[in-house]
């Protein structure tokens, strides 16, 4: 019967034939199965390669993309998104995709926009980090999980946290074949009248084959006449790896156990017509898998559907699935107890034909045809709830219509990288790596986060103390003659630049975390300290060549006017490079490149914080104008096609008219981003900058390309980049800083919204 529904294009996502393996034969299954039954709808599939050269695929294969190359997987989420697939379905299994515990494929998924149905043919009980992030990813990322029983479903739930509803419960496929005594299929392989136990699949030293041969000695005594074939081609991995020495060392067995009369090795990928003959010819179905952590076995699904006698080892799915007399179940790793069984069934033959008719029976409710419908529901499951619930980009409220819980300060890491001298520059994991001293640039912000918390009234001693100490390094720094910053000292305590000063970025780090000390500080040592070089800077400024270093020097600026907004001298030098950053962009902006310069690198959403400051606040509506929309601009670059922040990667940046790097992220442009949009919505009071704030502090939690956290709450140290297929382990002080101060700027921003809430409460009343 042909069968309706509204969805009309589904994509699955997997290996495929004829490619070896049983998930690519799953893939073809269920795409048959879903297309049988629903004639008018368009079956696609994009396969996943192990191999440069591919694989000569079948016309439903549209595109494929390469285990190991990430950029691949992006494309093809472009694919699927150009296609109008209406759902996607992703067949999931560790080792399929690149990357740690497979984390590739998440890229993939989170730029989709359609909904995503995943079936998981591994669940794991006791996963390491790599695989629950992995796992948690694909959670979060599909709209429905499919697993293959009620234990898979009870780990998801259990270990992972999944809701209920979110799960559904669909036996793996089997094909539909006639019951038939296996008899009458046993000339075909020249074992008419001899007793036939089977085992089939890829040969891997996981099937515990060994224990298996272990075993007929003693039951051939008793069964002369007794057959058992291995079918199944060596897995391809493992024949890359280690040739066909497993298979080898099982012959040699077979001959060390003089039973090479009674075992055939049939070494081949068999095609599903050829598979379901063997079935029909065994009597006896045998699994003597050596783990009990496997979910879903297809072998087993197969064979049993078939109406087989199966003794099996005790893993999880075949626990499951032999239960209540369904099967036998023999310890792992013992021969002597598969031979008890295997004896017991061959002399029992009435138990062993109930137990065949009554897995045949059962095996009805597992065809492939019934299969395809209940993914089918699981499909359309998946849609009606993209329907139903829409998924806004990000934020569903803004900040302004409820309270959004921020992590708690955790300043363990930046404690642990201060020592008497000031900020250590690098850490090689969370270890303080002396060798590498000291920077100007760290210091400054680091100067700059401790004023953060004096504003709110949030330092302690420590604190306080530690921040006389990047100060102070911020004043052995600043050379007085040349009115430049140096910018490394070495543990030691020599500068390394003894002739030269510092960059000009590092010139606009220091003047802004002066400025922050003499706008914010309660401490009048320090404002009275920062005055004087402060000052002297700023005659400099005149010889600043960097945007970078104008939009540093212009922020620090506001930060000095904050408390002294009358100096004639400073408010000149603001006007100055305010102009100078405006020209920049009159000379080089386009239409299609709204920009400052011809290359998007590091720090960009500083250029434009610079100017909506600078333009709110001496009423320069150009600024402003440009500020704004250069940062509108920058924000829709920076967005994934699911909604989350993407920084310009460093590794090659972004120059115009050519490809964009996507790697290595870097957490000082998530601080700019944040830092940048917080002053846009304190500037216009639009709160669609609040939630770009968001979306680019999330990327710290995991709001990323590869779904990992950056922070790292356990020691409140942040990772220093974010790479193709991983984070980088290290925690510095610009990285940890990035976090800290992006965590500061949000705080703040909270605080005034609840202040204005409560005063908003407070004349409400006062009206009643």
Not at 123 to 138: F, N, S
Not at 305 to 313: D, F, L, P, Q, R
Not at 499 to 510: I, K, L, T
């Amino acid at each position: 019967m042909v069968q309706i529904t509204e969805i009309q294009k589904i994509a699955l996502i997997g290996d495929y034939l004829p490619r070896k393996c049983g998930i690519a034969t799953f893939t073809a299954d269920l795409c048959r199965a879903v297309a049988g039954q629903y004639p008018s709808v368009d079956c696609t599939v994009g396969a996943v390669n192990d191999v440069a050269e591919g694989y000569d695929y079948p016309p439903e294969v549209r595109f494929e993309f390469s285990q190991q190359d990430l950029d691949s997987y992006r494309r093809a989420a472009d694919f699927l998104n150009f296609s109008n697939a209406e759902v996607v379905c992703l067949q999931h299994e560790y080792g399929l995709y690149g990357g740690p515990a497979g984390r590739h494929i998440l890229a993939l998924l989170r730029d989709l926009r359609m909904p995503i149905v995943t079936t998981l043919h591994t669940v794991l009980r006791d996963p390491t980090a790599d695989h629950r992030r992995v796992m948690l990813g694909l959670a979060d990322l599909s709209s429905r999980l499919v697993v293959m029983s009620q234990r898979g479903r009870a780990f998801l739930m259990d270990v992972y946290g999944v809701p209920e509803q979110k799960i559904d419960v669909v036996a793996h496929g089997i094909p539909d074949t006639p019951f038939v005594a296996p008899n009458s299929r046993k000339d075909q392989f020249g074992v008419a009248g001899k007793h036939v136990v089977l085992t089939f699949g890829l040969l891997s030293p996981n099937k515990g084959i060994e224990y298996a041969l272990r075993a007929l000695p003693e039951v051939i005594r008793e069964f002369p006449n007794l057959v058992y074939v291995v079918l199944g081609a060596t897995h391809p991995n493992l024949v890359r790896e280690q040739g066909e020495s497993y298979r080898l060392s099982l012959e040699r067995l077979v001959g060390d156990l003089g039973i090479g009369k009674h075992v055939v090795f049939y070494n081949r990928f068999v095609e599903l017509h050829e598979l379901t003959e063997f079935i029909a010819a065994a009597d006896i179905y045998l699994t003597p898998y050596l783990e009990p952590a496997q979910i879903t076995s297809g072998t087993l699904a197969y064979a049993f559907g078939c109406g087989k006698a199966v003794i099996s080892t005790p893993y999880w799915h075949a626990e499951e699935l032999l239960a209540e007399g369904r099967g036998m179940l023999v310890p792992f790793r013992d021969s002597a107890a598969i031979a008890r069984e295997l004896c017991n069934l061959l002399r029992n033959e009435p138990e062993r034909q109930a137990m065949c008719k009554r897995n045949y029976k059962l095996g009805r409710e597992m065809i492939w045809s019934r299969t395809g419908h209940l993914y089918m529901d699981s499909f359309q499951r998946a849609r009606r709830s993209r329907i139903d619930a829409p998924v806004k980009p990000l934020a569903i409220q803004t900040l302004e219509e409820r309270h959004w819980e921020l992590p708690k300060w955790r300043l363990d890491h930046l404690m642990r990288m201060t020592d008497s001298t000031g900020l250590l520059q690098h850490a090689r994991f969370t270890l303080p790596n002396y060798a590498d001293g000291y920077c100007t640039d760290d210091n400054a912000r680091a100067l700059m986060f401790a004023m953060y918390l004096e504003d709110m009234g949030l330092d302690t001693p420590e604190t306080r103390r530690a921040s006389t100490r990047y100060a102070a390094l911020l004043n052995t720094a600043f050379d007085s003659q040349r009115r430049r910053f140096r910018n490394f000292l070495g543990f030691d305590r020599h500068w390394l630049e003894e002739e030269a000063v510092g960059s000009d970025d590092c010139f606009g780090r220091a003047v802004c975390a002066l400025g922050a000390c003499i706008g914010r500080s309660k401490q009048r040592n320090l404002q009275s300290w920062a005055t004087e070089p402060f000052h002297s800077a700023l005659i400099s400024s005149s010889e600043l060549t960097s945007p970078r270093a104008w939009a540093g020097t212009l922020i620090g600026i506001h930060e000095y006017l904050r408390r002294l907004s009358g100096d004639r001298l400073v408010n000149e030098v603001r006007d100055t490079l305010t102009n100078r950053l405006i020209d920049l962009y009159q000379d080089t902006a386009t239409d299609d490149w709204p920009w400052f310069e011809d290359t998007l690198s590091y720090d960009n959403a500083r250029l434009p914080q610079a100017l909506i400051l600078s333009g709110y606040w001496t009423s320069n509506a150009k600024a402003t104008e440009i500020g704004l929309r250069t940062l509108g601009w920058l924000s829709e670059l920076q967005r994934a096609p699911r909604g989350h922040f993407r920084p310009i990667g460093s590794k090659g940046f972004y120059r115009r008219g050519e490809q964009r790097a996507d790697f290595d992220q870097q957490p000082i442009e998530a601080l700019a981003m944040v830092s940048a949009c917080v002053e846009a919505y304190r500037t216009t009071e639009d709160s669609r900058w609040l939630n770009e704030a968001r979306l680019a502090f999330e990327w710290f939690l995991g709001r990323n390309d590869l779904g990992l956290e950056l922070y790292d709450a356990s020691t409140g140290g942040c990772h220093d980049g974010l790479h193709e297929d991983r984070v980088n382990e290290n925690q510095g002080a610009e990285s940890t800083l990035a976090f800290l101060l992006s965590l500061a700027e949000l705080k703040l921003v909270e605080s005034s919204l609840a202040a204005f809430r409560r005063a908003a409460e407070m004349a409400d009343g006062g009206q009643g």
